[in-house]
């Protein structure tokens, strides 16, 4: 099956940029999404197809996808940032057809 | 635009319980739906995949056999039935909505508690 990585958390000061990873085998070549989280709530949809952005999710919220790594950027991270995030892909050459990653918490110091 | 679980609760190991999701705002029969769980303590787990139609269907291997999805177009609504309950089953579980043209879930029902105990 298909195993998608994402470090347990990152840490960034307030006005500093978070890089949030996710790896899979030659994950370039699936679409990748990136959702948010927050204790209590439903996941929010952040990023799809690698780079794209749902319309009111903030330009500070980016996303790119090469080779064996997805990347979610978050520039000038701020307090309500705080959150788990997780990477998302479809994967039809197996029977597990949605992975998630394991999912990051991201800790605003 | 939005999703509204109920059916969840408290259920014996081996029981059964059936979950609903009831969708508004947008043309139901249009799209592709999941069910997609967090247990406690843990990340979000992919559970089930229906097509607009229902003609096709995928589970999780956790869940193969016990769990069946379906759908009501003519009633904007999404089911889980899930029987054999197991412990590890307990968990929020959410109805998600896919994108068209993508496998990204855009909209998420806010959630229902199952939890599986003695």
């Known amino acids: 099956s298909y195993v998608l990585t994402q470090p347990p958390s990152v840490s960034v000061a307030p006005g500093q940029t978070a890089r949030i990873t996710c790896g899979g085998n030659n994950i370039g070549s699936k679409s990748v999404h990136w959702y948010q989280q927050k204790p209590g709530q439903a996941p929010v949809l952040f990023v799809y197809?690698?780079?794209d952005r749902p319309s009111g999710i903030p330009e500070r919220f980016s996303g790119s996808n090469s080779g064996n790594t997805a990347t979610l950027t978050i520039s000038r991270v701020e307090a309500g940032d705080e959150a788990d995030y997780y990477c998302q892909v479809w994967d039809s050459t197996s029977d597990h057809y949605v992975v998630f990653g394991g999912g990051t918490k991201l800790t605003v110091l | 635009v939005q999703m509204v679980e109920a059916g969840g609760g408290l259920v014996q190991p081996g029981g059964s319980l059936r979950l609903s999701c009831a969708a508004s705002g947008f043309t139901f029969n249009n799209y592709e739906m999941n069910w997609v769980r967090r247990a406690p303590g843990k990340g979000l787990e992919w559970v089930s995949y229906?097509?607009?139609?229902?003609?096709?269907?995928y589970y999780a291997d956790s869940v193969k056999g016990r769990f069946t999805i379906s759908r009501d177009n003519a009633k904007n609504s999404l089911y889980l039935q899930m029987n054999s309950l197991r412990a590890e089953d307990t968990a929020v579980y959410y109805c998600a909505k896919e994108k068209s043209e993508t496998h990204a879930f855009d909209i998420w029902g806010q959630g229902t508690v199952v939890t599986v105990s003695p």
């Open positions: 197809d690698d780079s």
């Open positions: 229906i097509s607009t139609i229902g003609s096709t269907i």
